[in-house]
């Protein structure tokens, strides 16, 4: 046997480690007897069978008793393809003497090649012949086929010769088939006992005689067997279907030789095959009788009850194939199956790795094979180990940590197939291990576990295992146990992360990036789209961007046991480089201290965004030229004063924010050019030194318009008549640096947003439910600090949530003529507020209206974010009144532009629910990128989309699924 990982595949771009290998996938078929569906006492029990199967997931449903072609549509529409889910096809519907048989399977996994009917004198028994989509496929491999025959034999004890021609007639069929091969045979098959002719034929007779994964005997109304009883589920007579309790085996499944050995690439899993719903306390019982069975829901229970007299029986097959591995990294890399122990194996473990580069969650993963253990809402980080044993105790008295422990017997010691999935049933990892050749010695009894060393390896082959060398300790009889549970003795390949200080940046800004990859790099290899530098082999190394754009971050990390590439595209943005910054004050000729200390300049920020100058130049028309080598931020709305001298006690006692050098501004006239990093030139003065302009002496000159008039006209400018606060001290030179002085016009009126918006998600009819804000978790800084968002605000409130509060919201202010100019060229101002209950938003900081302050060029336009909705933009501009410009979300569809809203209850409106990843659309990756990583806790989570602290099914099924298919209406 091997060791094979099975990893569906939904996001490929997701996982660093993508790859083909050979993988065992895992089948449920699925054999069940409808009962004369969809005719009968009750015809409308789809939803029974939606339940069951909803349960069980089945890969290949074959059902006898179809009464007509509709039962078969009603079934594929109604209760399989349901809840957003769309992998299931039928098979031609073909309309026999009595009774019929269909096929339903699941197409993202097989492919139905052929279909055939034998005719036989009461029902036709139908040939369905189905391959495996490998990933393989399209590289000339061989194709993996499946023979199922579904069959519903001559009922009544005394039919049993017709029972034997019935199989005779598939005996002649499959026997004349050349190469056949994994033969399933089953459905209700009527027999009393394993010693009827039919049954005997099937297992004897033939080039192809079948097997019985269940043990032969005489069945009927026989205690002993009354675990692998199928009919009747009742002891009530209702629906036209049989009553007595469970006391038959009607419902078998056979297979062929090569799959009860593997021989054709498809494996029948030990002991998965049963009668489903069977717990053994039922015989001559109906299926509810009390107690009902404590290893299923009840509500699958009555289920079964209400839509057959017969229960299905179900068994695994474990094909061998290629499959595409992403999505989850978590990989069974130790196995002590066999520890050196006499009777119970105590030291059994199994070690779990999370060889990705995110952490996921672990809550309602099980091991449906090997062993019987459901994880709790444990987080496995990148590079971390989790570790379950049979004997938790034990485990840590040997080998000194913690490990969850198991609620079956051991491992077999001869080998078998762990199968670890998650809380969907999809299989994220399973490991067939044997115990001799060609897998390692040592490790059956002899004291060495098995030990994948290279996690991202090709597993499939044996060759990828080897016994543990990491002697740990001698037990009670002598014997040496070697072992490495939570760590590795091999040196694992690396896994490349990193993080960036800033993500969004202006041109001439740095980000320093970090290194967080795991399993202990030695080298690495940066590139940096638009960067500079454009490469870096430091560990954590510094990067500028000079120019605007979003770009790509790669970063691949080495060491002996191999390397791996991380890219983040689109990872830094760096904004516009069209400011407005302007000159507003020159100090040009101080009388209080020497020109050569006391001249400075003042610049002010009229825009929403903070301005770094770092690498900006300042020039004059001739020789004087100073680039800017440090960071100086001048903030949205404020100043920053830049000097040929830093110290205020000889510099006329004013704060400079930056001393420049090779700069000077000579009182006779001079100028004064801004330039970006680019090389763009942002700002110009050219003063006369007294023709025009003023011609202080021991005064600044200020510019006396507003952020918007020309500041290069002399008009505008006047001399500073006192000395303000400004300064340091009452006595010397007049003037403002660094504020807006009392001859300015600089800083606007600032204004308000008020708007009102409902959420789908909490919304109760009329507002918005508001417990996940009184959550201990609830942040109290915005979280839209993360992609896609990527936000730098550190809006935030100190103290308990209020009451009426629903969630955060990110709020985004567009200038444009119009909507259709309204893009995302057109955002001048951003900010995260909080939302209440009646649909309002307030400030974090002081919980009123939400405030700005930014020259206003055309007309606003209001985007509203939230981390698991689609965003709105108003269709028009916000109404202004009294300095407060306003917009109602909940009045109409129409008020979002291109009705981009839902309709909660008559005549109110609100944000699509269901975007859990905010990318801006409703669809399958919202579910199997964050809501199956959540699924099943509690807490502040983007997959809550109803916001009721919990994720389940309420957000996918009544949430999500609605609006599948669904985005965002923004102008882009």
């Given at each position: 046997m091997t060791i094979r990982i099975l990893i569906l595949i939904f996001i490929a771009v997701l996982s660093p480690f993508t790859g083909l290998f050979a993988q065992f996938d895992t089948l449920r078929v699925m054999y069940y007897n409808t009962l004369n569906y969809p005719d009968g006492g009750d015809p409308n029990r789809e939803d029974y069978f939606r339940i069951i199967n909803g349960y069980l997931d089945a890969d290949v449903i074959l059902v006898n008793e179809l009464t007509s072609e509709n039962g078969a549509n009603i079934l594929l529409n109604q209760a399989l393809n349901v809840f957003g889910k769309s992998k299931y096809q039928r098979a031609v519907y073909t309309d026999g003497p009595d009774t019929d048989n269909m096929l339903f399977y699941n197409s993202d996994k097989l492919t139905l090649y052929s279909q055939w009917y034998i005719q036989t004198p009461?029902?036709?028994?139908?040939?369905?012949?189905?391959?495996?989509?490998?990933?393989?496929?399209?590289?000339?491999a061989d194709t993996i086929f499946f023979y199922f025959y579904s069959a519903h034999l001559k009922a009544f004890p005394e039919d049993s010769l017709n029972r034997l021609a019935e199989v005779a007639d598939f005996k002649s069929r499959v026997d004349g088939l050349a190469n056949a091969e994994n033969i399933i045979f089953g459905g209700d098959l009527n027999l009393y006992t394993s010693n009827e002719p039919a049954y005997q034929s099937l297992i004897n007779d033939g080039i192809y005689p079948l097997h019985d994964p269940l043990p032969a005997g005489d069945w009927h109304s026989d205690y002993s067997f009354r675990y692998l009883h199928t009919q009747s589920t009742r002891?009530?007579?209702?629906?036209?279907?049989?009553?007595?309790?469970?006391?038959?085996?009607?419902?078998?499944?056979?297979?062929?030789?090569?799959?009860?050995?593997?021989?054709?690439?498809?494996?029948?899993?030990?002991?998965?095959?049963?009668?489903?719903?069977?717990?053994?306390?039922?015989?001559?019982?109906?299926?509810?009788?009390?107690?009902?069975?404590?290893?299923?829901?009840?509500?699958?229970?009555?289920?079964?009850?209400?839509?057959?007299?017969?229960?299905?029986?179900?068994?695994?097959?474990?094909?061998?194939?290629?499959?595409?591995?992403?999505?989850?990294?978590?990989?069974?890399?130790?196995?002590?199956?066999n520890p050196p122990e006499l009777g119970l194996d105590s030291l059994e473990f199994i070690e779990i790795y999370n060889n990705g580069s995110a952490p996921e969650n672990l809550g309602g993963y099980y091991f449906s094979q090997g062993v019987n253990f459901t994880f709790p809402a444990v987080t496995l980080n990148p590079g971390e180990f989790v570790l379950t044993a049979i004997n938790a105790a034990a485990f840590y008295n040997t080998f000194g940590m913690n490990a969850y422990q198991w609620t079956s017997d051991g491992l077999n010691n001869s080998g078998e197939l762990i199968l670890l999935k998650d809380n969907f049933g999809k299989t994220i990892d399973s490991v067939w291990y044997e115990d001799g050749l060609p897998w390692p010695a040592g490790t059956d009894g002899q004291g060495a576990s098995l030990m994948l060393c290279d996690p991202g390896s090709d597993n499939s082959l044996p060759a990828a295992w080897t016994a543990s060398t990491n002697f740990v300790t001698n037990n009670q009889m002598g014997n040496p146990v070697y072992a490495s549970p939570g760590f590795s003795e091999c040196s694992f390949p690396p896994v490349a992360d990193f993080s960036a200080s800033l993500q969004e940046v202006y041109p001439g800004g740095s980000v320093e990036f970090t290194d967080i990859s795991t399993n202990d790099p030695v080298s690495w290899n940066w590139i940096f789209e638009g960067g500079n530098p454009a490469n870096s082999i430091s560990?954590?190394?510094?990067?500028?961007?000079?120019?605007?754009?979003?770009?790509?971050?790669?970063?691949?990390?080495?060491?002996?046991?191999?390397?791996?590439?991380?890219?983040?595209?689109?990872?830094?943005?760096?904004?516009?480089?069209?400011?407005d910054l302007v000159i507003t004050e020159i100090m040009k000729n101080p009388s209080a201290t020497a020109d050569g200390d006391g001249e400075w300049f003042e610049l002010y920020n009229p825009t929403p965004f903070p301005v770094d100058l770092l690498n900006w130049t300042i020039q004059d028309n001739d020789y004087?030229?100073?680039?800017?080598?440090?960071?100086?931020?001048?903030?949205?709305?404020?100043?920053?004063?830049?000097?040929?001298?830093?110290?205020?006690?000889?510099?006329?006692?004013?704060?400079?924010?930056?001393?420049?050098?090779?700069?000077?501004?000579?009182?006779?006239?001079?100028?004064?050019?801004?330039?970006?990093?680019?090389?763009?030139?942002?700002?110009?003065?050219?003063?006369?030194?007294?023709?025009?302009?003023?011609?202080?002496?021991?005064?600044?000159?200020?510019?006396?318009?507003?952020?918007?008039?020309?500041?290069?006209?002399?008009?505008?400018?006047?001399?500073?008549?006192?000395?303000?606060?400004?300064?340091?001290?009452?006595?010397?030179?007049?003037?403002?640096?660094?504020?807006?002085?009392?001859?300015?016009?600089?800083?606007?009126?600032?204004?308000?947003?008020?708007?009102?918006?409902?959420?789908?998600?909490?919304?109760?009819?009329?507002?918005?439910?508001?417990?996940?804000?009184?959550?201990?978790?609830?942040?109290?800084?915005?979280?839209?600090?993360?992609?896609?968002?990527?936000?730098?605000?550190?809006?935030?409130?100190?103290?308990?949530?209020?009451?009426?509060?629903?969630?955060?919201?990110?709020?985004?202010?567009?200038?444009?003529?119009?909507?259709?100019?309204?893009t995302s060229s057109a955002i001048v101002a951003q900010k995260a507020v909080l939302l209440k209950e009646t649909g309002n938003i307030v400030s974090s900081s002081d919980f009123g209206i939400p405030e700005f302050n930014f020259n206003i060029v055309n007309q606003l336009f209001l985007v509203v974010y939230h981390r698991n909705s689609l965003p709105v933009i108003s269709s028009s501009p916000l109404v202004e009144s009294s300095g407060v410009y306003s917009w109602d979300f909940t009045t109409g569809a129409g008020q979002a532009y291109n009705n981009g809203q839902k309709e909660l209850a008559p005549g109110i409106f609100g944000m699509y629910a269901g975007d859990c990843d905010g990318d801006g659309t409703i669809q399958s990756s919202d579910i199997s990128d964050v809501w199956q990583n959540e699924a099943a806790t509690k807490g502040y989570l983007p997959a809550d989309v109803n916001m009721d602290a919990e994720v389940n099914n309420i957000d996918k099924n009544d949430f999500w699924y609605p609006n599948l298919g669904e985005g965002s209406q923004i102008p882009e």
């Open positions: 009461l029902r036709h028994i139908n040939e369905y012949i189905l391959y495996y989509k490998s990933s393989d496929l399209t590289a000339g002891t009530a007579s209702f629906g036209g279907g049989s009553t007595g309790g469970l006391d038959d085996r009607f419902d078998l499944i056979l297979f062929s030789g090569d799959v009860l050995n593997g021989d054709n690439r498809v494996h029948y899993v030990s002991n998965s095959c049963e009668a489903f719903g069977n717990d053994g306390n039922h015989f001559n019982d109906a299926l509810i009788d009390f107690p009902l069975n404590p290893d299923i829901p009840d509500s699958v229970t009555y289920a079964l009850y209400n839509m057959s007299d017969h229960l299905p029986v179900i068994c695994n097959l474990a094909v061998e194939a290629q499959q595409d591995t992403t999505n989850s990294a978590l990989v069974i890399t130790e196995i002590m199956y560990q954590n190394p510094t990067v500028f961007y000079n120019s605007p754009g979003v770009f790509s971050v790669e970063l691949t990390v080495s060491n002996a046991a191999g390397s791996d590439t991380r890219i983040k595209t689109g990872y830094i943005s760096v904004l516009s480089d069209t400011y004087d030229t100073h680039v800017i080598n440090s960071s100086v931020i001048v903030p949205p709305g404020g100043f920053a004063v830049l000097g040929i001298n830093a110290v205020s006690a000889t510099n006329g006692n004013y704060v400079c924010d930056y001393q420049y050098s090779d700069f000077y501004l000579a009182n006779s006239g001079d100028e004064i050019v801004l330039l970006d990093p680019s090389n763009n030139e942002i700002d110009r003065i050219e003063y006369d030194g007294g023709t025009n302009w003023p011609d202080p002496n021991g005064s600044s000159m200020v510019f006396t318009g507003n952020a918007a008039d020309d500041n290069n006209i002399y008009s505008n400018w006047s001399v500073s008549n006192s000395r303000e606060p400004t300064f340091i001290g009452s006595a010397g030179d007049a003037g403002s640096p660094g504020s807006n002085g009392n001859q300015q016009n600089l800083e606007q009126p600032g204004f308000s947003i008020n708007i009102k918006v409902f959420l789908e998600g909490p919304f109760d009819g009329s507002n918005m439910q508001t417990g996940l804000s009184q959550l201990s978790t609830f942040p109290s800084t915005q979280p839209y600090n993360t992609a896609p968002w990527n936000y730098l605000g550190s809006e935030s409130f100190s103290g308990s949530t209020p009451l009426d509060v629903v969630d955060w919201l990110l709020i985004e202010i567009r200038d444009a003529e119009n909507i259709s100019s309204a």
